[in-house]
């Protein structure tokens, strides 16, 4: 069964306008790790601290978001809700772990 992964897009009276459903994506491990940072985010001792986390990450999200949903504008990503969005990304790093399990093992050790 295929696991869907959908963003809504919202109007400023907060009705969906859009449905953006992820497109299945290589990610690279250096993306993962420094998206690991973000989610580690309440560890910073400050608001310079957490700029900084932001900032180190951000160009490799917008990166990694826009490869995910290629339908979605810089105008659309304005109107997304953080709440749903988090998960989303979550979701998107967890299936390609998945993609890990996918691959072949030797059964005989060297």
Request: charged letters at 30%; glycine letters at 2%.
């Amino acid at each position: 069964m295929k696991k869907v992964i959908l963003l809504n897009v919202y109007d400023n009276e907060d009705h969906i306008i859009k449905q953006a459903e992820a497109t299945p994506t290589s990610i690279k491990f250096g993306a993962v790790r420094r998206l690991m940072k973000l989610l580690k985010i309440e560890d910073a001792s400050d608001t310079w601290d957490i700029i900084n986390v932001i900032s180190d990450v951000w160009d490799e999200l917008t990166t990694l978001l826009n490869r995910c949903f290629p339908e979605m504008t810089d105008a659309d990503w304005d109107n997304v809700r953080l709440e749903e969005l988090i998960p989303a990304v979550l979701a998107v790093i967890r299936l390609s772990f998945n993609k890990l399990g996918e691959i072949p093992q030797d059964s005989e050790k060297n």
